[in-house]
T-cell receptor, first 112, second 109 residues
Framework: DGGITQSPKYLFRKEGQNVTLSCEQNLNHDAMYWYRQDPGQGLRLIYYSQIVNDFQKGDIAEGYSVSREKKESFPLTVTSAQKNPTAFYLC???????????FGNGTRLTVT | EDQVTQSPEALRLQEGESSSLNCSYTVSGLRGLFWYRQDPGKGPEFLFTLYSAGEEKEKERLKATLTKKESFLHITAPKPEDSATYLCASTSGTYKYIFGTGTRLKVLA
């Protein structure tokens, strides 16, 4: 079955450490996205990539970095510069802009 | 600025009590309006896409409709398993999507 796999489901880190969240898709989608979801807030866009080796900052990119070396993979690194990293992170993909996004099941990151 | 607003924030229904969720949008050149269902601890699950005013889509007990300013998700005779957060999102056809904050629906047996 085609889909988006995010791993791990839960992640715990100490403050000051960088951490990388994995996102892999086998839907053959060109575009991939990272969102952050906090209670009471809508999904906020961190980064998106329309094509391999290219990506754009979203609304809250500070403290995050991404890479897009393969069509199937779009890992997100949460750096120590991110002031409030504890959140639920969602990866999504779509075939073309304007089509529905398809989501993975998220990674819950807790930083203490 | 493009914006999506959902209401109510939370809704409690008795099993079988039909109701509607609202999604108001201000988007320059709407190219798609999407509805998702999200269960706790999971990613949003795609339900419907609506492209133009007057369009309707149905799936089991759910029906989505679209006007020039808002969309409704009608839930007919809901069951407890319909309990979830329902998200609305819009796009102007670029690669940017605007999400509402969702409606938390609880259906009581």
């Amino acid at each position: 079955d085609g889909g988006i796999t995010q791993s791990p489901k839960y992640l715990f880190r100490k403050e000051g450490q960088n951490v990388t969240l994995s996102c892999e898709q086998n839907l053959n989608h060109d575009a991939m996205y990272w969102y952050r979801q906090d209670p009471g807030q809508g999904l906020r866009l961190i980064y998106y990539s329309q094509i391999v080796n290219d990506f754009q900052k979203g609304d809250i990119a500070e403290g995050y970095s991404v890479s897009r070396e393969k069509k199937e993979s779009f890992p997100l690194t949460v750096t120590s510069a991110q002031k409030n990293p504890t959140a639920f992170y969602l990866c999504a993909s779509t075939s073309v802009g304007g089509s529905p996004l398809h989501f993975g099941n998220g990674t819950r990151l807790t930083v203490t | 600025e493009d914006q999506v607003t959902q209401s109510p924030e939370a809704l409690r229904l008795q099993e079988g009590e039909s109701s509607s969720l609202n999604c108001s949008y201000t988007v320059s050149g709407l190219r798609g309006l999407f509805w998702y269902r999200q269960d706790p601890g999971k990613g949003p699950e795609f339900l419907f896409t609506l492209y133009s005013a007057g369009e309707e889509k149905e799936k089991e007990r759910l029906k989505a409709t679209l006007t020039k300013k808002e969309s409704f998700l009608h839930i007919t005779a809901p069951k407890p398993e319909d309990s979830a957060t329902y998200l609305c999102a819009s796009t102007s056809g670029t690669y940017k999507y605007i999400f509402g904050t969702g409606t938390r629906l609880k259906v009581l047996a």
